[in-house]
């Protein structure tokens, strides 16, 4: 078998005699010694090489006296999904899950979810928590400071914002609150929708669950103060919600027949409501703080009243009816096709008769 080096000789010859050939010119003022193609095998080194030793990562220490215990939260009030969207005197009917699915997570909290909250443990002294909350607040503001703060962060392009949905004051919110309160005195809530229907419940709940105080209200923006002596190092402990737990079940908002009509009258003041002009047009999470008082002037003069809510959502009209029912108040007599129909009811009348009396 022909020496490999001594074919690479013969072929680099050959190239050198190919006329116009620079490769050949260039390897000409080399030495077939010294040259050594790219391509050539590199020889192997069967030197055995030491092997080394994986090293085995230590577990984090633990220490044996401090395993790791739930959250023991001490909020004065009883954790809800929403605080300003449900009511508690309310019981459900069923449930759409197992209560024993907490959406705190499993062994996060000491409270036992029940479905709808998680409860405290133990009853805390309102009187106590009211001391606690004026001592953080501190001295009222003067007009000028409370100026000074509206105009520092009411504008929209305020980054210290947080959107209030339909899902109202959320617990979840509450830690947005205090996030936003580590580097500024005030927090921006822009409400929409369904909440705004109610913004004294609204004001009551935030100022009520997180400790600050409402300071401007123009519309639906609000301002939360944190207080002259809020301390971010000592603020308190809010377990977050992991998921959006499923509403529970309630009895039936609308019957087949209401409640003081017979089912020929019920019929007639459904037909009556579609038929009627509507008092007012609603958009999807708009901004509701004047339907209370139109549907008030409105059953002024009608029995039965309309809204249109043609886009809003079917779930959505569902709670704007049970807010009207409780604020107005009234009867929802109809939901179809995005129309919500309220009757006044028999009030006026028997108020009418027993004053005659």
């Not at 605080?83 to 024993?100: D, H, K, L, Q, W």
């Not at 392009?157 to 004051?169: A, H, P, S």
Request: aromatic share 8%; hydrophobic share 35%; glycine share 6%.
């Amino acid at each position: 078998m022909a020496n490999l080096p001594s074919l690479r000789r013969v072929a680099l010859k050959t190239l050198a005699l190919r006329p116009g050939n620079s490769f050949a010119l260039l390897r000409r003022s080399l030495s077939d010694a010294a040259y050594d193609p790219p391509f050539s095998p590199k020889p192997l080194d069967r030197t055995p090489q030491p092997q080394k030793s994986k090293a085995r990562k230590k577990p984090p220490k633990s220490s044996p006296g401090d395993p790791k215990r739930p959250a023991e939260p001490d909020l004065p009030f009883d954790f809800r999904y929403s605080y300003s969207e449900t009511n508690a005197a309310v019981a459900p009917i069923g449930f759409r899950e197992p209560p024993r699915f907490s959406p705190f997570g499993p062994g996060r909290i000491d409270r036992t979810w029940t479905g709808t909250s998680a409860p405290a443990r133990e009853a805390v002294d309102p009187d106590k928590a009211a001391g606690e909350r004026d001592r953080v607040l501190g001295a009222p503001l003067s007009e000028e400071e409370i100026a000074e703060l509206v105009e520092r962060y009411r504008h929209s392009d305020c980054n210290r914002q947080i959107n209030l949905g339909k899902g109202g004051v959320t617990h979840n919110m509450l830690d947005d609150i205090h996030n936003h309160w580590k580097r500024a005195e005030a927090v921006r809530i822009k409400c929409l929708g369904v909440p705004t229907l109610d913004m004294d419940n609204v004001c009551f709940h935030l100022e009520d669950k997180s400790g600050g105080k409402v300071i401007y209200r123009n519309v639906n923006i609000l301002l939360l103060y944190r207080g002259r002596h809020y301390d971010p190092k000592h603020r308190p402990v809010i377990p977050l919600m992991l998921w959006k737990p499923y509403a529970p079940i309630y009895p039936k908002l609308v019957k087949n027949v209401v409640e003081g009509l017979t089912f020929e009258e019920t019929k007639e003041m459904r037909n009556r409501g579609l038929n009627s002009p509507a008092v007012g047009k609603l958009t999807r999470n708009g901004v509701y703080v004047n339907v209370v008082e139109k549907v008030r002037e409105a059953f002024k003069t009608e029995e039965v009243v309309r809204l249109d809510c043609k886009h809003v959502g079917t779930s959505d009209c569902k709670l704007i009816g049970v807010k009207l029912r409780d604020l107005v108040p009234c009867v929802p007599i109809l939901f179809k096709d995005e129309q919500i129909i309220l009757w006044r009811g028999k009030k006026d009348t028997e108020s009418t008769s027993n004053s005659h009396a």
